[in-house]
């Protein structure tokens, strides 16, 4: 198995500015001198965490996504972050899975901030996203969702090995619960004996909001790999190893002691959602 090459860009977003952030995310991403397998960017990277998505939503056919795909393309690796797209009349604050070739997946965030009235502002999700990358099975979600473990939980099946080996989470974090940020990527790195990698903003936003960024790459014991410093305008390479992983799950196999149980759909959602 190979290992695995991700960069982390941590940075101030300019609010509801789509082509300035474009332009600043593309010179961060021409500075990353040595090949990566993936870019990862934050939670609305375009526009900051905005409850103004008529203003600034885009389709699916739209400038960003047409920029995801060049810097995928100049790169050679998969780009991937949070924007906000319409699509059916609706708003989704929607990850974005962009590989070289032009192919994407997609992630809409299941647990929307009703803190911030996000919940009535967009539609949410109801389906996960594991991307394959490098023989590594990779699931992205999005900020808030880091605070429900049930959602991102991780499972073992025979014949079928284990739903994901990183889950990643891009974010809008504000500073004032950095110390809940921390703890929970910790905790679903150690629950879940996988990697996980979380990329957060820093700077203000138009409301006032700070966030300091604590990026960070917790391997499945629950150790920091990163050197990312909090408040930092700054960008990591980080390589993830087979090797730490699969021995853990070798030798504690506390997974095979997890609770086995499936996720109703949820009533709410439309019949294409489940």
């Known amino acids: 198995m190979q290992n695995l090459k991700i960069a982390l860009i941590q940075t101030v977003l300019e609010w509801e500015a789509s082509e300035k952030n474009r332009g600043h995310f593309s010179h961060r991403i021409a500075t990353i001198e040595e ?18 998505p008529a203003a600034v939503a885009e389709p699916m056919e739209g400038p960003t996504m047409g920029w995801m795909h060049g810097m995928a393309e100049e790169k050679s690796c998969v780009v991937t972050g949070s924007l906000v797209i319409e699509a059916g009349g609706c708003f989704y604050n929607r990850l974005i899975w962009m590989r070289p070739g032009g192919q994407y997946q997609f992630y ?21 996203l594991i991307a394959e990358l490098k023989g590594w099975k990779i699931m992205p979600m999005i900020c808030y969702d880091l605070r429900f473990p049930v959602w991102s939980r991780n499972r073992y099946e025979e014949g079928r090995g284990f739903d994901y080996d990183v889950v990643m989470y891009v974010a809008n974090w504000p500073a004032v619960r950095s110390h809940v940020w921390r703890v929970l990527l910790m905790a679903r790195a150690i629950e879940n004996m996988s990697y996980v990698v979380g990329v957060n903003r820093i700077g203000s936003d138009e409301l006032g909001i700070d966030y300091s960024g ?27 190893t087979r090797c730490p992983l699969d021995s853990l799950r070798d030798k504690f196999r506390a997974w095979a002691d997890w609770d086995a149980f499936t996720i109703p759909p949820d009533p709410t959602l439309p019949a294409d959602f489940q």
Request: overall charge negative; aromatic content about 8%; cysteine-free.
């Open 35 to 52: 090949a990566v397998d993936l870019i990862v960017l934050p939670e609305m990277f375009s526009t900051g965490f905005t409850m103004n």
């Open 214 to 240: 604590d990026s960070a790459v917790i391997d499945p014991r629950g150790e920091n790999l990163s050197q990312m410093l909090p408040g930092a305008d700054q960008t990591e390479v980080i390589t993830l």
């Open 108 to 128: 809409d965030k299941r647990h929307l901030f009703s803190f911030a009235g996000e919940n009535q502002k967009y539609t949410t999700g109801g389906q996960k």
